[in-house]
């Protein structure tokens, strides 16, 4: 084993002797897959546009075509992505492993493309739509109409993610952190650790006592605090990992 090989030695022994696994993934291992972060998806027509003044419920009520064009938009970009091979190792994770809950800040559905199935959506799902009156869900493709009108009420739709000055979905984030406090293994995945609420679940899962392991390609304000870090993509590195600690099972 060379000097290189040890870090992730370390970290597949403690993935390998794991009884619950929490992994928590961020906007990094989406990009890698060409879905661009929320802020670099600001490019041609939408160039002009602050995402803060289109993300929120305000914007919807001002002027809710405008929000409904730069999501549809959107979801033109993610539609063209592909699940990379970060995506599918956990996948794979999760059907080697008998406890493993995956908790996504991304709004993608690439998490689901690839074979999770034990997913929490902290922040919503672009792929889907819901009534903006009685929050019923619906397909991404709803019908005409520019935002379309809910089936039931009539009420304008709105795509199912959660907007700035919004509250994350109450029963996913008490699943999340629950499952944080009672993990004895903590993967953070492509995240920068700074968005609230989900900065948080890794302290919370050292604060349990958990080993907690980041891979990311920059330090974050986690790394200094991790029982073990892997600087590099999770494309790139996640497959290797999870071969070290499960080998062909995974």
Known sequence: MSANDAPIEQAAAALRGARRIVILTGAGISAESGVPTFRAAQTGLWARYDPLELATPEAFRRDPGLVWDWYAWRRELIGAARPNAGHLTLARLERAHPDVLLVTQN???????????????????????????????????????????????????????????????????????TAAADCDLFLSVGTSTVVEPAASLPFAALRGGATVIELNPEPTPLTARASHVLKGAAAALLPGLVEHAFGERA
């Open 107 to 177: 709004v993608d559905g690439l998490h689901q493309q690839a074979g999770s199935e034990r997913l929490i959506e902290l922040h919503g799902n672009l792929r889907r739509n819901r009534c903006s009156r009685e929050g019923t869900l619906l397909d991404a493709d709803p019908g005409p109409g520019r935002p379309p009108a809910c089936p039931g009420c009539g009420a304008p739709l709105r795509p199912d993610v959660v907007w700035f000055g919004e509250m994350l979905p109450a029963e996913a984030l008490e699943r999340a952190a």
